[in-house]
């Protein structure tokens, strides 16, 4: 990857930005405008540059004292700029004018087009660099300024943008609209939405008025949302003791996008899944998951838009907090949710990432727009949260709000680097916080913490964490431990890689109470007897984190995998869903990637043998009653079963369930959705999969759409795989659901080696339908393939069609890639022993 240099001189910045765009995405795909850019030339300057890539440019000129300097433009496309060069020097305040036009882009990045149905729409996404796609501009998050939006467009269209309408004119089937001039943006933060939308009725909170926009015939989805967007703000403005800093709160389902929601100051942008919910057919967890990211966004609104990091590199300053607050803040409105539950789910993930050699810091030098892309992942999201997470309880919940609403106080409307967040905690926790945080934000991976008792003393020891250990590895943490003996907690700041603490008297020791530390405990023999006898007096987290912890054991080598199995088959009773579904990652790996041909078969058997017994007690169908934890209990329990262990009582129930439930949604309980559909495309013969795509075609939910559309990639008959892998090349798959379906594919064992050969074979007609962010998804999967031929042709492929942003994620590809070998090597025969011993 290119190291050039890629920032803009800090001499000239912008203070106020007037966009002016004509746009009908209904009957043309370009568009075109002028920008007028008010800015301060700190010193005397011979040429602007600023930021435009794909843009025809025109018609520079600047205002300056009274006169008009021309300029002349000097594309330099490495920087993804443009230089204008002035006649003479200026310095001090100046106005540059400048004309440009553009394609409505397929990429679903800068201002771009999407469809639904017949209608034709143009949004914005423009994090990380992709505000110059749109207009011309000063493209770097440390470079505020006020904007002032217009748009001309067919009469019919709504057009939203940042801040409410100011007002707008209408002749001959046309209409201008003029927006209210915004507070300090970033340029990544403007949006701009053009098309036949609808909106919600308003609702408010406090002052702010709600509204969810959405495409026609949409809007009974609409209710969930609003609810939620109403609790999470106010719950919001509470604990930053600050009200909402924009005019209005405008939520945005668009049937085409990139990520999964957008922070815009007052405009946030959604993919359809994860806003509109029918309350007769949504799953609770796909409710939990509406509600997670929109917390998440509302959180942005004072953590990452009134309080923006500097440059990318402080990415995780946004991104960590606003995942730590929204689960803070859902658990808060809705605990009978157990949101802390779900987020170790995430963090579970974080981990497996953070223990590769080709892992990355929170905090990693940006040095071009593709870096930028890539460090969109769960280093920064989910490991910094568990970051923040950590440091909430070692400071404690008060100082530690004392310290974020001093921090947002302090910096409103402008930027900000780490030191600035840990003088804010510090002075209001009395603690110099920097020594304990720094190490974590900037030292790739995380400590593994062995516990033993020793008599009266626990004794403590750290070491880097790899699943392929290394020697001499000196890195050492500043570890906020908190363990766990019988019902006491235990506390101790671990500096040292060996250190002791005195251990009051209990049953057992855990060694991360509430799996509040972002670490591994590895414990001893005899502290994982005690913690076997002892299960049910551990809470869930820390029965998710104990199966999770030997499980990474066995991966690294630390621990034999029948122990881990003898710990698995112990949970045959266990009644925790989020327990359940900690299990079944590793159960799904063992019977999927593990077990040769002739051990799958006994594997699942014992699968069957532990947790059979718990669908025969609690049945296909749920009782009058029956609470939101029972019914995922049911859901985990059948996907065990079935997805897993392929067990014939289940995957032929899902079929006839199937057939009913295509009929009449009523005849199943939504959370069991997911599974049966998935266990009917399994068996899906030609007329069962064009019943699966006739539903996708006439869903009607974006959450029933999703579903059949990766149902199609689980089939197991060749033709019909090949007849998905084709679909994925057409229109009928939005671009931002294809590389979820190669995904799907490539997950699928009947289907994988047929899904590499066609992406190798169609690659240059697979990559365009793939964005720069979500090309990873697919390469993140390819390691499913399994075999070292395999391995040697993902590198070669990548070797020979690069992708910018995904050169870190092919270097962990095929890291786990020998990974999974090395593990399949040494575990084979241990697996044959264990189930020798279970017969």
Not at 453 to 477: C, N, T, V
Not at 668 to 696: C, T
Not at 762 to 776: E, F, I, S
């Amino acid at each position: 990857m290119s190291r050039r240099n890629i920032r803009l001189s800090p001499d000239v910045r912008p203070s106020r930005v007037a966009v002016h765009v004509e746009v009908d995405p209904q009957s043309g795909s370009r568009f075109r405008g002028e920008v007028t850019i008010d800015f301060h030339a700190a010193r005397p300057v011979r040429e602007v540059e600023l930021h435009a890539v794909d843009l025809t440019l025109s018609k520079a000129r600047v205002e300056w004292r009274g006169g008009e300097l021309r300029g002349s433009l000097e594309p330099r496309p490495a920087r993804e700029t443009v230089a204008v060069r002035l006649d003479e020097r200026l310095e001090g305040d100046a106005r540059l004018h400048l004309r440009f036009a553009g394609d409505l882009r397929g990429d679903l990045r800068g201002l771009y087009a999407a469809s639904s149905g017949e209608r034709r729409y143009a949004f914005t996404q423009l994090e990380a660099t992709d505000a110059r796609r749109f207009f011309p501009c000063f493209d770097e998050p440390g470079m505020k300024a006020r904007f002032s939006l217009s748009v001309e467009t067919a009469a019919s269209n709504a057009v939203l943008s940042n801040a409410p309408i100011s007002h707008e004119e209408r002749k001959a089937g046309r209409k201008t609209v003029w927006f209210r001039e915004t507070p300090p943006l970033s340029t990544y933060l403007v949006a701009l939405a053009v098309g036949e939308l609808e909106r919600s009725a308003p609702d408010r909170c406090g002052d702010t008025e709600i509204r969810v926009w959405h495409v026609p015939g949409k809007g009974h989805l609409t209710a969930f949302a609003i609810e939620t967007a109403r609790e999470t703000l106010a719950r919001l403005e509470k604990y930053f003791a600050l009200p909402y800093p924009y005019e209005k709160l405008d939520l945005v389902a668009v049937p085409d996008f990139e990520a999964g929601a957008m922070e815009n100051a007052g405009a946030v942008f959604f993919r359809e899944t994860l806003l509109l919910v029918d309350p007769a057919t949504v799953t609770l967890q796909e409710k939990k998951r509406v509600a997670e990211v929109v917390c998440h966004e509302l959180a942005h609104m004072w953590y990452g838009d009134l309080v923006t990091m500097s440059w990318w590199d402080d990415l995780w300053l946004n991104e960590a907090f606003a995942t730590w607050m929204a689960f803070h803040i859902v658990d808060q409105w809705q605990p009978d949710w157990k949101m802390w539950n779900d987020f170790q789910h995430y963090r579970a993930a974080a981990l497996d990432l953070d223990a590769l050699s080709s892992t990355h810091p929170i905090y990693v030098p940006v040095r071009s727009p593709e870096e930028a892309t890539e460090n969109f992942d769960l280093i920064t999201y989910e490991k910094g949260a568990s970051v923040v997470r950590m440091i909430e309880r070692y400071l404690g919940p008060s100082a530690f709000r004392r310290g974020v609403r001093r921090y947002i106080r302090r910096h409103r409307e402008g930027n900000t680097v780490a030191a600035d967040l840990w003088n804010a905690l510090s002075e209001s926790s009395g603690q110099d916080v920097e020594p304990v945080v720094r190490t974590w934000i900037e030292t790739p991976g995380f400590p593994l913490v062995s516990v033993k008792r020793r008599g009266e003393r626990i004794s403590l020891r750290q070491e880097r964490f790899r699943l392929r250990p290394r020697k001499g590895d000196k890195a050492k943490w500043p570890v906020p431990w908190v363990g766990r003996v019988g019902r006491k907690p235990v506390r101790h700041l671990l500096t040292r890689m060996r250190d002791s603490v005195e251990a009051p008297p209990g049953s057992f020791l855990y060694g991360n109470a509430d799996e509040g530390g972002f670490f591994r405990p590895l414990h001893g023999e005899d502290e994982l007897r005690e913690l076997a006898a002892n299960l049910r007096q551990l809470r869930p987290a820390e029965r998710m984190g104990l199966v999770g912890h030997q499980w990474a054991a066995v991966r690294a080598g630390h621990a034999g995998i029948e122990g881990w199995l003898d710990l698995a088959t112990s949970f045959g009773a266990e009644t925790d869903p989020d327990v359940l579904v900690q299990l079944r990652g590793p159960l799904a790996f063992i019977d999927d990637q593990l077990a040769r041909d002739d051990q799958r078969q006994p594997f699942r058997d014992r699968v069957i043998e532990t947790f059979g017994d718990q669908l025969v007690e609690l049945g296909w169908d749920p009782a009058d009653g029956e609470d939101g934890e029972m019914r995922l209990r049911r859901a985990a329990v059948i996907s065990i079963l079935g997805d897993v262990a392929a067990w014939e009582p289940v995957t032929a129930a899902a079929e006839k369930r199937f057939a009913a439930w295509l009929e009449d949604r009523s005849v199943l309980d939504a959370n069991l959705a997911d599974s049966v559909v998935s266990l009917a495309a399994r068996s899906a013969d030609e007329s069962r999969y064009a019943a699966l795509l006739d539903a996708m075609e006439k869903a009607e939910t974006p959450q029933e759409r999703r579903r059949f559309l990766l149902a199609l990639g689980s089939v197991g008959r060749p033709g019909l795989a090949d007849r998905t892998l084709k679909l994925a090349l057409s229109d009928a798959v939005p671009t931002q659901d294809v590389a979820f379906v190669y995904v799907r594919l490539l997950q699928n064992r009947a289907a994988r080696d047929r899904t590499w050969a066609f992406l190798r074979r169609r690659w240059k007609a697979v990559r365009k339908r793939l964005t720069p962010a979500l090309v990873t998804r697919l390469i993140d999967a390819t390691p499913a393939l399994g075999t070292a031929q395999a391995r040697r042709e993902v590198k070669a492929h990548f070797e020979a069609n690069p992708v910018s942003t995904g050169e870190r994620a092919v270097r962990q590809a095929l890291e786990r890639f020998s990974l999974d070998a090395a593990l399949r090597k040494r575990a084979r025969p241990a697996l044959d022993a264990w189930l020798r011993s279970k017969t």
